[in-house]
């Protein structure tokens, strides 16, 4: 007569995964079902049932698994399995067992932070636009504050769509804009052009409108005063491009009169 109680060492195994095994070849190879409970920390029972037969007259089919200390477990078959389908779980819960440790776990190094930045920087690169690693890192840094975690690979794919979104709505990366910011950086603004008629509007603390101008000819011209050289962009909070990471709309500034405007 097979035995019907055995001890094991679970190796890699937790008690989750052990229910699930004994589950899976009651319920895949003998075809029973199941109803687990747990009994305590330790403790677990599984009550199996034959479908055809009435429930009431299984009371006593099941399995108790108690779990030991040092990754030792103990199981009990209590109920109608015949001697081969004893033999049958013991074999392939064993089984289950000696193949898992087989199983070879290749653990894949994760990217650091600098790696993650250039690998955004390079998608974007390859894809023919320019972007400045200084506000790549910015973009990964609240990404990692916010979920306290590196981006997945799909989200880096997300943050590069982010960016040549951004670049094909506002021109972001125009080299002859980058080069106006640095000049323009220790210009004093003056106060905008009182004589603005109310059509062309400008963007204060107060007004959230913001002058749309059509797709420009050659270099930007401020609407306002006519300025053509010192002209800048900015963000515009109140366009928001991508959710997060967050990405803004630009607005540009003329160094001259500060009147702001964007462009469509």
């Known amino acids: 007569m ?93 089984n289950n067992l000696n193949n898992s440790v087989k199983v070879e776990k290749v653990t894949k190094s994760m990217p650091s932070k600098d790696e993650i930045i250039r690998k955004i920087k390079n998608l974007i690169d390859d894809r023919g636009y320019l972007v400045k690693s200084e506000d790549v890192q910015e973009f990964v840094e609240n990404f990692i504050e916010r979920y306290d975690r590196f981006p997945k690979k799909d989200e880096i794919n997300s943050i590069v769509k982010g960016y040549i979104v951004m670049v094909n709505e506002e021109n972001l990366f125009d080299n002859n804009d980058m080069d106006i910011i640095e000049d323009s950086k220790n210009i004093e603004i003056s106060k905008p052009n009182l004589e603005t008629t109310q059509k062309d509007l400008s963007l204060t603390s107060n007004d959230s409108t913001v002058l749309l101008m059509s797709d420009r000819v050659g270099r930007r011209k401020c609407p306002s005063c006519g300025n053509d050289r010192l002209i800048h962009e900015m963000d515009d909070k109140s366009v928001i491009l991508l959710d997060y990471p967050k990405i803004y709309g630009k607005k540009n500034c003329c160094a001259e009169c500060g009147y702001e405007w964007r462009e469509h």
């Open 2 to 94: 097979v035995e019907r109680s055995h001890s094991f060492n679970v190796r890699d195994k937790n008690y989750d995964d052990i229910q699930r095994i004994v589950e899976d070849i009651l319920e895949k190879s003998m075809s029973f079902s199941t109803n687990s409970k747990r009994l305590g920390r330790s403790l677990l029972r599984i009550n199996y049932f034959d479908t055809t037969v009435d429930k009431e007259n299984q009371k006593n089919n099941r399995i108790t698994i108690l779990q030991e200390p040092e990754k030792r477990i103990y199981i009990q078959i209590n109920g109608k399995l015949t001697d081969s389908q004893v033999g049958q779980l013991w074999n392939e819960f064993e």
